[in-house]
C-alpha cells in the first residue's frame, strides 16, 4: 500500500485556479479550463471555492457501469483510469459519477483524472495547501487538527474554562 | 498566429446592436505588446477628438494581454480603457477579475463597444459568439445581485461576469466595472458602461491559449516564481498579509493621508491596519493564476457593523476610507468598503470626496442645511454609511453634488472649495502623500490618467535612500528634488510595459525576467534584449501623452493641487513639511527633458520617432 491520496481542501482554496490550468496543460500542452480533469467553483459574492475531481471511489460507480470493462484500478497509484483502447465513448461513467468528475474533454472523448500517474501536476501547482498528495495514514489529521483547533478556542482552555461545549 | 494572443478584436455597436469580429492589427500588438497598449492604438484611431465622455461616441475597450490565462504567475491583470468621465482625458483601469482571461478562451483578444441601446443591455459572449440580452430586469440591481442573477438565467455557474452597479447606472463619476468580486475602481469607468445602458458583459470561453515558445516559458515561469515569489521579501508581505501592510510604512513614513491629506500620520491607524484585518480575517483569496493571493476576506463579528462579510480592505481603501475620514475601526471600514463594492463606487475617490466633505463641514463652509441635516465630523461612520448609499443613487441635491467628483463639485459648490479639493486632472489622490515623498507629487501631476500611484512609485527608492540605476546603486536624499524625475522616468516604463504584458504590479520587477517572459509568450525575438522591452514601455507613455494632448492636455494640467505646496503636515513624523513649489517645478522640467517633451508637454517628432511609435500615430499630433 505504498499509493498516496490525493486530499481536496477547499477550506484553503484561494480560487486562483492553478491547479486547473497545470491539468489542462499536462493533458494538451495549451492554457484553458476545457480539458482539465480538476475544477474550481468561486462564489465570489460570499469567498467561497470548491475545488472538485475524482475521488478515485472504491468501489468506483463508473467502474462499475462501464459495460465493457474500460475502467480498471491501475495497480501502481490506485487510481480509477480509463483504457482508451476498449472505450467506446457511450458515457455510462459520465452518468455514474456522482461527483461529476468525468466529463468530455474537446477531442469529445469521455475524459477523467489519472493522477498523472503518481505525480500530480495540479499539486504542485497549489500554493496554498488546498491541494495535497498524502500517504494514506496521514489523510484526515489536517481536517482532525483544524477541528480540534477551533474547540480549543471555544473551550479556552488555556484559560482553563469550560464554555460548554456539548455535542450536538 | 504568434503565441500569446488570440488574433480577434470584436466591434460591438450598442445603437445598431451590430457586431464586427476583425483581426488583431499585429504591428500594432508588436510595437505596444497587449493590453493598455494596444487599447491606447485603437483609442486613438477610433474615438473622435473632443467627444463628451459620457456620450454615446465615447467607446469602451475590455483589451486583454498576451500573457493572461498562461501560467505566467500573477498575471491575469486586464484593462478596461476608455475616455474618463472625471478627467476627460485617457483611463485605463486594470482588475484581476476572471473576465479577462475568459475573455481570451472565448476566442477575443479585445472589445470595443461603442453607441448606446436603446434599453438597458447586457452582451453576452459565448465561445466566438456575441449576442445582446436584456437587462431590464437587472438595472438596479447591486453587484452581487446582478452577477448571480444572470449566471443563474445564462445556466452556467462558470459564467464569468463584469457588471456595474447603482452608482454606474446614474453616472456617478467614479463608478467602477465589478469583475468577478475585483474591481476596475479609477476614473469612472463604471458610468461610462452606464452611460451606454450596458449593465454587464458576460463572458464564457471553452478554448485556450498557448504561448510561443513553451519550454523556455516554463524556464521562465519556474524562475518567477522562485525568485520574484517566494524568496522576495517584498512579495512575502502580500503573502502573508496583502497589500493591507503598505500601511505600516507609510504611516511611518509621514505618508498616509489623514484627515482630507491635512496630515501624514493617523494616531488610530492601528484599528485598521494589516494587523486588525488579519484579526477579523476569515479567508485569503487570489486572481487567477495568481499565486501570492493578497485579498482578504474579512467578517465582522461584533459591534455596530456585525455581520458584515467583504473581500477587503484593500491598502488604499483602509487610507482613504480609513484615515483620510477619521475612521480607525475596522467594522466601519469594512461596512464602508462592502457598501461601496457593492454599490459600485470607487473606495480611493469616495473617500477623497467623502473626505473634502467633512473637512468643509468642520471649517463651516457647508452646514447641516447643505448636508440635508447629516453631522459630517470626521469619523462619524454614520453619516457616512448613510451618504455612502445616498451617493450612488443621487438621492439629494447633496450627494448628486458629490458624486460627480472633487473637481466638478468645488466647481459647481464655490465658496472657495477648491482650495481644500486634492486631485489632480480631476482624479482624486490616492494614499501616499507627496509631502512625505516628493516624487510622489510628480509621478501624481504626470500620470496619464490623473493623481495615481500606479504608473511609477516612486516612494520606496525614496523612503529607503537607494536607487539602482542599471547596475550600479545611486545615492537618493529623500527630501529633495534631485535625481528624482529619473526614477519615474524609468519606473513609467517598466509598468507601462509590464501591465501591457498584463502582470501584476504586486509582482516581479526584474525587467530583465519580465522581458524574458515577454519573449517567450509573444516570440518576438526583440525581447530577449531587456532594453527593447523598456523602450516598448516608453513607446506606451508616449503613445498616450499624444492621445492626453490631443484631448487638450499640456503642461498646465500636470499640477498638484494647492494644499500639497501650501499646507504643512500638522502631526507625525513630517509635522511643517510642504512640497516646495520650486522643487516640484525643477522635477517637472527634468521629467520633461528626460522624456524629449516640450515645455508645454508634448511629445516632440524626434521623441516619437525614437521610440518607435508607428507612422499612423504623427496625423494626431498634426504632423
Known sequence: ?168 | MPGGYVGKVAFIDLTKKKVSVQPLNMEWARLYIGGKGVAARYLLEYLPPGVDPLSPENLFIVMTCPANGTFAPASPKYPVVTKSPLTGFWLDSHSGGAVGVELRYAGFDGIIVSGKAEEPTYIYINDGTIEFRSAKHLWGLKVSEARKAIKEELGDPQVKVMTIGPAGERLVRYAIVDSEGRQHGRGGAGAVMGSKNLKAIAVRGTGSVSVALPSEFERIVKEMEEKDIFRNPEAEFGIKWGSISLGWFTNEAGALPTLNFQTGHFDMYNGIDALAVAKVRVKRAACKQCPIGCHNWIFIPSGKYAGTLTEGPEYETSSLLGSNIGIGDIGALGKLNYLADELGLDTISLGGVLGWASELYERGIITQEDTGGLDLRFGNDDAYVILVEAIAYRKTPFTDLLAEGTRRACERLGRGSCRYAVHVKGLELPAYDPRAAPAMGLSYAVADRGGDHLRSWPIGPEVLGRYWLGAKPIPIERFSPENKAIIVVQQEHQYAAKFALGVCDFCCWDNERLSLLAWAVTGFEEFKDVRNFELAGERIVNLIRVFNVREGMSSKDDVLPPRIHEDPHTSGPTKGRVLPREWFEKMKKEYYELRGWDEQGRPTKETLKRVGVDEGVFKFMGW
Open chain 1, 1 to 168: 500500500m505504498a499509493y498516496k491520496i490525493l486530499v481536496f481542501d477547499s477550506g484553503k482554496c484561494t480560487g486562483c485556479e492553478r491547479c486547473v490550468l497545470a491539468c489542462n496543460y499536462v493533458k494538451t500542452n495549451v492554457y484553458g479550463t476545457r480539458d482539465s480533469r480538476i475544477r474550481v467553483f468561486a462564489w465570489r459574492d460570499t469567498g467561497d471555492f470548491i475545488t472538485t475531481g475524482c475521488y478515485h471511489c472504491d468501489p468506483a460507480p463508473c467502474m462499475e457501469a462501464c459495460g465493457v470493462d474500460a475502467i480498471y484500478r491501475d495497480p501502481k497509484t490506485n487510481a480509477v483510469v480509463i483504457d482508451y483502447r476498449k472505450c467506446i465513448n457511450c458515457k455510462a461513467c459520465v452518468y455514474a459519477c456522482p461527483y461529476g468528475a468525468i466529463t468530455l474533454g474537446s477531442e469529445g472523448k469521455v475524459i477523467k483524472c489519472d493522477l498523472c500517474g503518481g505525480d500530480p501536476a495540479c499539486v504542485k501547482a497549489c500554493n496554498y495547501g488546498a491541494l495535497r498528495f498524502e500517504p494514506p495514514e496521514r489523510v484526515g489529521l489536517d481536517f482532525a487538527f483544524q477541528y480540534a483547533a477551533m474547540v480549543k478556542v471555544k473551550a479556552d482552555i488555556s484559560k482553563r474554562v469550560w464554555s460548554g461545549i456539548r455535542p450536538a
